[in-house]
């Protein structure tokens, strides 16, 4: 899946833009124009995955921005993983089906962990679960509600039911270009054998170091590379 420590970037889709927002919060962050421009450049730069989110079906439960997902699908060339709005094992298996590479499965999975395995029947390796942490507790729907569950632990469960990978976001810093926590990654990159990728917080090129420093395989990163905070070259050579 990721071969070395590889910077991804995020194509966060929301009322078919370009958003990075803030926290988590619906209506937060800045507008940073098509997606498939941006993922045309990111591409251009050297990216060797997308990481592709629909942040209108996050929030709502389905899929609102599937044109501009296709879209992206059909302009580049590269692997692509994508999550926002899968309810469904069929979902899931649609995406893959029509090019997606991976699939990230957050509040279905939480909610139902044998679909993972479902999905891997037909897909094998093509689930990555994200779980989303807000002081400590897994979030779903959006980043709007607790679930109770402790991240280390809820990613090893995941693992045994056959997740490919675990995308753990520390929504305390995302987007607010505040800096990483390292702590918070570290245990989940230490509670299970699959490849961790990590999101939120980054803002410089020493957070992207920090983040290979604990092990996970991949960082995701939104709003440092919009701003021109450093370039991708620059963090993958790292």
């Known amino acids: 899946m990721f071969s070395t420590f590889e910077v991804v970037p995020a194509v966060d889709v929301q009322d078919g833009q370009v958003v990075q927002l803030v926290g988590g919060e619906r209506g937060t962050g800045a507008t940073y124009g098509d997606p498939v421009v941006a993922a045309e450049e990111w591409v251009a730069a050297g990216a060797r995955t997308l990481h592709l ?20 699908l059909a302009a580049v060339d590269v692997d692509v993983q994508y999550g926002g709005g899968i309810r469904t094992a069929h979902d899931a298996c649609s995406l893959l089906e029509a090019g997606v590479d991976r699939v990230i499965m957050g509040t279905a999975a939480v909610e139902n ?49 056959g ?6 976001t520390d929504v305390d810093v995302e987007g607010r270009m505040d800096g990483v926590r390292q702590a918070e990654v ?3 990159v230490q509670a299970v054998d699959v490849p961790v990728v990590a999101s939120g917080g ?14 996970a395989a991949a960082a995701v990163v939104g709003t440092a590379l919009y701003e021109g905070a450093f370039t991708l070259a620059d963090a993958n050579a790292i």
């Open 163 to 168: 997740a490919a990978a675990i995308l753990f």
């Open 202 to 215: 980054v803002s410089t090129l020493d957070d992207v170091r920090d983040l290979k420093e604990t092990g």
């Open 113 to 161: 962990p044998a679909m993972v395995g479902a999905i891997n029947e037909d897909f094998p390796g093509s689930v990555v679960v994200s779980l989303d942490a807000r002081e400590g507790e897994v979030v779903v729907s959006g980043w709007t509600e607790g679930t109770g569950l402790d991240p280390a632990e809820a990613a090893a469960r995941f693992e045994d039911e």
């Open 53 to 72: 989110v629909d942040l209108d079906g996050a929030f709502d439960g389905h899929r609102e921005n599937a044109a501009a997902v296709e879209a992206v």
């Open 186 to 188: 570290e245990r989940v």
